[in-house]
Every structure is written in structure tokens, then in C-alpha cells.
């Protein structure tokens, strides 16, 4: 096991050197592996009356979102209290953004208070990117632009997981706006990574026919495990330009509807949806909606990477209360 340091009650091994989470592509199979069994032990630990675990203690998470959001920085941030972290949120919307302020000269006030992590949302891709080269900080990408939002991806395989039992083989239909979707990069990438299939449905000028095998047929969701519908990123699609004739008219092609579904398949949405646009109102509220677990995962999947990104290697999480 290389060096071991005596913390506490245990034995960890040395720091890794800094790492990142800017992409699926900086992981490999043994790496998601690795997040998934985490994941499953920050569950079991949620599960327990006492939430905290001091594992992170004395360390800080740096919030910095310049677009919305709403699952993906509350998981962050309960996810770092979680695992007893300090956290800072900043917003761009109220900072000194507002005045004209450069991301570079953002990130690097804001390393000033040397933040052990970094999670940034920009709208610009490789904006998490440029903040690594920027600061010292670790830096998970929480989303930039439609380029890759890889903790949504993983916190999905959770899910997928814990609903099926396996993932070697799922088959994914990812329904909708894959062309501005960082969503359906990510989870593409994923879902290869541990030997499922996606493919892409929907109207023809929103699919990436290079990114997955991709049809405009709607009724081939019907041979899929997981239907996993994408929201319509309107705030994406160019002033003027008519990627499909009228929402009304995506809703009744390619809206998700129980009458698409077959009785009992799954169906998620990283959200925030738009009922009676991409989704029906009665499959996002069916008893086969994966929608609440997503958000379930989100938060343990998170404390996975936080802890992955921060400490020495695969200790479980009984050992991490041990040595905090
Ligand atoms: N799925 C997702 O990223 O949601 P938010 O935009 O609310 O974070």
C-alpha cells in the first residue's frame, strides 16, 4: 500500500497529487467504480439519524455558479456541510460580475481564501477549465455550457444502478435537445465507460448523430430500460433560430407520454423539467419516475466526489469517520 500515515484511529495512504473532475473523459471504469461504491456508502451513512460525518473537517468548497441552478449547488453545498466542509457560495448574479469583473480575476479573489475545491457553472465551455489553470484549487465542473456535466452523468449511473441492479447492457433512449445538452454528452460518455447503450431520439435538427446512433422515430423509446428525456434548453437556442416549428408541436412528436411508454419502463430527467413539453405531467409524477432518486443521488454522489477529489483513496466510509 506505499506510505501510510497513522490519522486518528487509521491508517490512510499519502495525498494524491491535484486532480480535477472537468470532464467524463478524466475518468475511466475503475475511477467510476470507485464513485458508485463510495456513493453507496455516504447512502447507507444518510440513512442514519446523525447525517454529519467530520471527514472533511477544515476544508472549504468554493461555490461559483454564473448560471441557475437549483439540485446541482444545494447538493453541493449539503454535500460539504455533509461531510463537514466549509462552504462558500458565490453567485454571479449580485457579485462584482455585475461591474464588468473577468472570470480569471473572480477565481482568483476567491482562491485567495485558498478553497480546497472549486465547483464552477459557466455558461462559456471550458470555463472549469480555465479556473484549474487559474488557481490552485481542485475543480469539478458542474457545468460549461453544452460542453460536459460529468457529476450529473454519474449521480444518472447511480440511479440506473440502483434501480436495475447492473448496468453491462442497459439500453438508454435519451429523448429530446441533445444538441445544446451537456446532459447528453456526459451521460453518453458514461454510460460507454461501464458498457451500456445510448440512443439519441428526437426531432432531426436537435440530434448528434456522431455523438450516439441516433433516430427521429419516438416510438423506439419503446425498446429501451431507461427513457431519459432532456429538457428544452430554449435559453440555448439562437434568437431566430427555429430548431423545431413550435413547443406544441415538439410535445405532440416527441413529448414523453404514458402512452409511449411500455407498462413499468423507467424514466428520468436531471431537471428542471418542462411538463407538457418534453415530459407529461403524469409520467414525471408516475411511480416509475426516477426524478426524486436523481436528487437522492445527486447529494451522495457528490459527498463521493468531494471525498474522492480530497482525500487519499478508497477508504469506506466507517474508516473515514475513524480518521477524521
Ligand atoms: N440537473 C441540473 O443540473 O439541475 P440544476 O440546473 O437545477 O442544477
Same mark, same amino acid.
Given at each position: 500500500?506505499?506510505?501510510?500515515?497513522?490519522?486518528?484511529?487509521?491508517?490512510?495512504?499519502?495525498?494524491?497529487? #491535484?486532480?480535477?473532475?472537468?470532464?467524463?473523459?478524466?475518468?475511466?471504469?475503475?475511477?467510476?467504480?470507485?464513485?458508485?461504491?463510495?456513493?453507496?456508502?455516504?447512502?447507507?451513512?444518510?440513512?442514519?439519524?446523525?447525517?454529519?460525518? %467530520? $471527514?472533511?473537517?477544515?476544508?472549504?468548497?468554493?461555490?461559483?455558479?454564473?448560471?441557475?441552478? $437549483?439540485?446541482?449547488?444545494?447538493?453541493?453545498?449539503?454535500? &460539504?456541510? #455533509?461531510?463537514?466542509?466549509? $462552504?462558500? $457560495?458565490?453567485?454571479?448574479?449580485?457579485?462584482?460580475?455585475?461591474?464588468?469583473?473577468?472570470?480569471?480575476?473572480?477565481?482568483?479573489?476567491?482562491?485567495?481564501?485558498?478553497?480546497?475545491?472549486?465547483?464552477? #457553472?459557466?455558461?462559456?465551455?471550458? &470555463?472549469?477549465?480555465? =479556473?484549474?489553470?487559474?488557481?490552485?484549487?481542485?475543480?469539478?465542473?458542474?457545468?460549461?455550457?453544452?460542453?460536459?456535466?460529468?457529476?450529473?452523468?454519474? /449521480?444518472?449511473?447511480?440511479?440506473? +444502478?440502483?434501480?436495475?441492479?447492473?448496468?453491462?447492457?442497459?439500453?438508454?433512449?435519451? =429523448?429530446?435537445?441533445? /444538441?445544446?445538452? +451537456?446532459? &447528453?454528452?456526459?451521460? =453518453?460518455?458514461?454510460?460507454?465507460? =461501464?458498457?451500456?447503450?445510448?440512443?439519441?431520439?428526437?426531432?432531426?435538427?436537435?440530434?448528434?448523430?456522431?455523438?450516439?446512433?441516433?433516430?427521429?422515430?419516438?416510438?423506439?423509446?419503446?425498446?429501451?430500460?431507461?427513457?431519459?428525456?432532456? +429538457?428544452?434548453? +430554449?435559453?440555448?437556442?439562437?434568437?431566430?433560430?427555429?430548431?423545431?416549428?413550435?413547443?406544441?408541436?415538439?410535445?405532440?412528436?416527441?413529448g414523453v407520454t404514458p402512452e409511449r411508454l411500455r407498462p413499468g419502463q423507467l424514466v428520468m430527467?436531471?431537471? %428542471?423539467?418542462? #411538463?407538457?413539453?418534453?415530459?407529461?405531467?403524469?409520467?414525471?409524477?408516475?411511480?416509475?419516475?426516477?426524478?426524486?432518486?436523481?436528487?437522492?443521488?445527486?447529494?451522495?454522489?457528490?459527498?463521493?466526489?468531494?471525498?474522492?477529489?480530497?482525500?487519499?483513496?478508497?477508504?469506506?466510509?466507517?474508516?473515514?469517520?475513524?480518521?477524521?
Amino acid at each position: 500500500m506505499g506510505d501510510l500515515r497513522v490519522v486518528g484511529h487509521g491508517l490512510v495512504p499519502p495525498p494524491r497529487e #491535484r486532480k480535477h473532475l472537468l470532464s467524463i473523459a478524466d475518468l475511466d471504469r475503475d475511477d467510476v467504480e470507485r464513485l458508485l461504491a463510495t456513493a453507496r456508502s455516504f447512502a447507507l451513512s444518510q440513512a442514519r439519524e446523525t447525517k454529519k460525518l %467530520p $471527514t472533511l473537517r477544515g476544508r472549504l468548497v468554493l461555490n461559483l455558479f454564473y448560471e441557475s441552478s $437549483t439540485r446541482t449547488s444545494s447538493s453541493f453545498e449539503v454535500a &460539504a456541510k #455533509r461531510l463537514s466542509a466549509d $462552504t462558500l $457560495t458565490v453567485k454571479a448574479a449580485g457579485s462584482s460580475v455585475d461591474k464588468g469583473e473577468s472570470l480569471r480575476d473572480t477565481a482568483q479573489t476567491l482562491a485567495a481564501y485558498e478553497p480546497d475545491v472549486i465547483v464552477v #457553472r459557466h455558461p462559456e465551455v471550458g &470555463a472549469a477549465r480555465f =479556473v484549474a489553470d487559474a488557481t490552485s484549487a481542485r475543480v469539478v465542473n458542474a457545468g460549461d455550457g453544452k460542453h460536459q456535466h460529468p457529476t450529473q452523468a454519474l /449521480l444518472d449511473l447511480y440511479t440506473m +444502478r440502483e434501480a436495475l441492479g447492473h448496468l453491462d447492457g442497459v439500453q438508454v433512449a435519451i =429523448v429530446g435537445d441533445a /444538441l445544446h445538452s +451537456r446532459v &447528453a454528452r456526459s451521460l =453518453v460518455q458514461a454510460l460507454r465507460l =461501464v458498457g451500456a447503450e445510448a440512443t439519441l431520439v428526437g426531432p432531426p435538427s436537435l440530434l448528434v448523430p456522431e455523438l450516439a446512433p441516433s433516430t427521429h422515430d419516438i416510438a423506439a423509446i419503446s425498446d429501451a430500460d431507461v427513457v431519459y428525456v432532456l +429538457r428544452m434548453q +430554449r435559453e440555448r437556442m439562437l434568437e431566430g433560430a427555429n430548431f423545431v416549428p413550435s413547443l406544441r408541436e415538439y410535445a405532440a412528436r416527441w413529448g414523453v407520454t404514458p402512452e409511449r411508454l411500455r407498462p413499468g419502463q423507467l424514466v428520468m430527467h436531471p431537471g %428542471p423539467m418542462n #411538463r407538457g413539453v418534453e415530459i407529461d405531467a403524469r409520467v414525471a409524477d408516475s411511480d416509475t419516475s426516477l426524478v426524486v432518486d436523481q436528487v437522492q443521488s445527486g447529494l451522495v454522489m457528490r459527498m463521493a466526489v468531494l471525498y474522492d477529489l480530497l482525500t487519499a483513496g478508497p477508504v469506506p466510509v466507517e474508516a473515514a469517520v475513524e480518521v477524521a
